[in-house]
């Protein structure tokens, strides 16, 4: 089960709408449908909010550390109520998938990402599970810390934001560790859209059927 889940971003109005921060849209959505309230908490570096459920309370967690110091923020909450990584879900931007597409996985590498790079060292492990949120890549790798601190287009923002929708009916699920459930819905992809009618085609009359020949008179009386 997942009792901690965690929206990384940084903190500032400067960043709130950049790529950066699709982690910190998820939680607070998350948040909201939960009935929780994200205050900010010292202790842990960043804004909490504890809700209570039959199974025991869920924490959510917006580290306020900068990106790269988000360990900072987790590994002392996650220590002090005995949460193991594999009961901590990681929502964050992912380069490597387009936005309008998004993956549910557990343990790996960091991809490069500074956020999940501080919390394997402050955790002393990978084994938590990551939702990755796609927002794209800019082609070239010198260009990525740039991009990811800016904001997306309309379209784009828009294909987060849908992803951050398809996937917050899956919170049950996860909260209570079904989380091969949970996959197929976050990993489901939405079905092709059939073609446009060729308007040539749907604007031509239907073919008459050919009347047959009348008889040729009978010379016969």
């Not at 999940?116 to 790798?141: A, E, M, N």
């Not at 294909?159 to 699920?173: F, G």
């Amino acid at each position: 089960m997942i009792r901690l889940i965690v929206g990384l971003g940084n903190p500032g109005p400067e960043y709130e709408d950049t790529r950066h921060n699709a982690g910190f849209w998820w939680v607070e959505q998350a948040a909201r449908r939960l009935g929780g309230s994200l205050v900010h908490d010292r202790a842990y570096h960043g804004l909490v909010a504890r809700v209570n459920r039959p199974a025991g309370p869920v924490w959510l967690l917006e580290p306020m550390t900068y990106m790269n110091l988000s360990g900072k923020a987790v590994a002392p909450l996650a220590r002090f109520f005995k949460i193991a990584p594999a009961e901590i879900l990681v929502v964050h931007d992912e380069l490597d998938l387009p936005p309008g597409q998004m993956k549910l996985k557990q343990g790996g590498g960091n991809g490069g990402h500074n956020g999940l790079k501080d919390i394997q060292t402050q955790l002393g492990s990978g084994d938590f599970w990551r939702l990755r949120l796609g927002i794209g890549h800019p082609g070239v790798k010198s260009e990525v810390a740039a991009y990811v601190l800016r904001k997306p287009p309309a379209a784009e923002r828009e294909a987060i934001e849908k992803n951050i929708d398809d996937s917050l009916p899956t919170l049950d699920a996860l909260l209570a560790g079904e989380m091969a459930q949970a996959q197929l819905k976050i990993h489901a992809r939405p079905p092709r859209p059939k073609p446009p009618r060729d308007p040539v085609k749907a604007a031509a009359p239907a073919a008459t059927p050919a009347t047959p020949a009348e008889p040729a008179p009978s010379s016969e009386p």
